[in-house]
């Protein structure tokens, strides 16, 4: 069984910053790839970034340059540090982790940005 829990979303305003954070706990495998989706309501599920285990990293092109994902492996904790926050970054941010062809996914925390 793998669990999939995020915090540190909120409200906040534009030009702040927030940090999330995602911890995977279970029967988690060393090889995997941990990452943040968002979805906003009337827009499709969209990419924000995702991490490997071996330290790859990838971003979505609308928070390049903004956002910073890391993680813990030994903690198997994915953070993401969001600075220079836009109102269009408002959305329901889910952490996912993908082991062995198998996906799990968080319950989501929301983020608002917004004066």
């Known amino acids: 069984q793998v669990q999939v829990v995020e915090s540190g979303g909120g409200l906040v305003q534009p030009g702040g910053s927030l940090r999330l954070s995602c911890a995977a706990s279970?029967?988690?495998?060393?090889?995997?790839?941990l990452g943040w989706y968002r979805h906003a309501p009337g827009k499709e599920r969209e990419l924000v970034a995702i991490?490997?285990?071996?330290?790859?990293?990838n971003y979505g092109d609308s928070v390049k340059g903004r956002f910073t994902i890391f993680r813990d492996n030994a903690k198997t904790t994915v953070y993401l540090q969001m600075n220079s926050l836009k109102p269009e970054d408002t959305a329901g941010y889910y952490c996912?982790?993908?082991?062995?062809?198998?996906?799990?996914w968080g319950r989501g925390t929301q983020v608002t940005v917004s004066s």
């Open positions: 996912r982790i993908v082991m062995r062809g198998n996906t799990y």
């Open positions: 279970g029967n988690i495998f060393s090889s995997n790839t």
């Open positions: 991490s490997g285990s071996s330290g790859t990293t």
